[in-house]
Antibody, heavy 123, light 107 residues
Framework: QVQLQESGPGLVKPSETLSLTCSVS????????????WNWIRQPPGMGLEWIAY???????NYNPSLESRVSISKDPSKNQFSLRLRSVNAADTAIYYC?????????????WGRGTVVTVSS | DIQMTQSPSSLSASVGDRVTITCRAS??????LNWYQQKPGTAPRLLIY???NLQSGVPSRFSGSGSGTDFTLTIVSLQPEDFATYFC?????????FGPGTKVDGK
């Protein structure tokens, strides 16, 4: 079955750029036969969940307006991965970052999740 | 943004109890309402999508109802593995937003 695995630096300094990658196994991330949305979602320590962005199989994207000025999402079908870049990070960006898949029939229903990667913003 | 609220924020229950959690949206989300379960140290798990559809592999003791702005998640007979935090989430409009969660623990 499809599995997602996040990877990232763990610790990022304030004002730097955070780069995260989600590796997908058991299924293809791109191509005309793939009709899924690939998402990033985060959860600050002890708090709720915040949707960040998605990239569709066609490479179209959509972002949370609260983060849109600092974030970009992309996919690399050749590696079966998709990635997130968050610029100018600060302490409020400290969170567990999850990647997740949603279906074309309901782009915001997150049916498969990765285990998450912890990101701490600190000098 | 559509704001999601949940009640109660926490509840204590016993194995075998019927548990009901409510979720309200600040504006209509039609039936684009999802429920997730999260246990400590793990990712959320989709339980219900489209307000009332059971995700594959989820036990039938879980059910969802509602439309528009008011929704309910029901667990008909709570099992030990059901102690967790439950989130509702709207997928009607961007940005997709989550409720603050309802923690279900043991009495």
């Amino acid at each position: 079955q499809v599995q997602l695995q996040e990877s990232g630096p763990g610790l990022v300094k304030p004002s730097e750029t955070l780069s995260l990658t989600c590796s997908v196994s058991g299924g293809s991330i791109g191509g005309s036969t793939s009709t899924y949305y690939w998402n990033w979602i985060r959860q600050p320590p002890g708090m709720g969940l915040e949707w960040i962005a998605y990239v569709y199989s066609t490479a179209s994207t959509n972002y949370n307006p609260s983060l849109e000025s600092r974030v970009s999402i992309s996919k690399d079908p050749s590696k079966n991965q998709f990635s997130l870049r968050l610029r100018s990070v600060n302490a409020a960006d400290t969170a567990i970052y999850y990647c997740a898949r949603s279906r074309a029939s309901d782009r915001g229903s997150f049916e498969i999740w990765g285990r998450g990667t912890v990101v701490t913003v600190s000098s | 943004d559509i704001q999601m609220t949940q009640s109660p924020s926490s509840l204590s229950a016993s194995v075998g109890d019927r548990v009901t959690i409510t979720c309200r949206a600040s504006q209509t989300v039609t039936n684009f309402l999802n429920w997730y379960q999260q246990k400590p140290g793990t990712a959320p798990r989709l339980l219900i999508y489209g307000a009332l559809n059971l995700q594959s592999g989820v036990p039938s003791r879980f059910s969802g109802s509602g439309s528009g702005t008011d929704f309910t998640l029901t667990i008909v007979s709570l099992q030990p593995e059901d102690f967790a935090t439950y989130f509702c989430q709207q997928s009607y409009s961007i940005p997709f937003t989550f409720g603050p969660g309802t923690k279900v623990d043991g009495k």
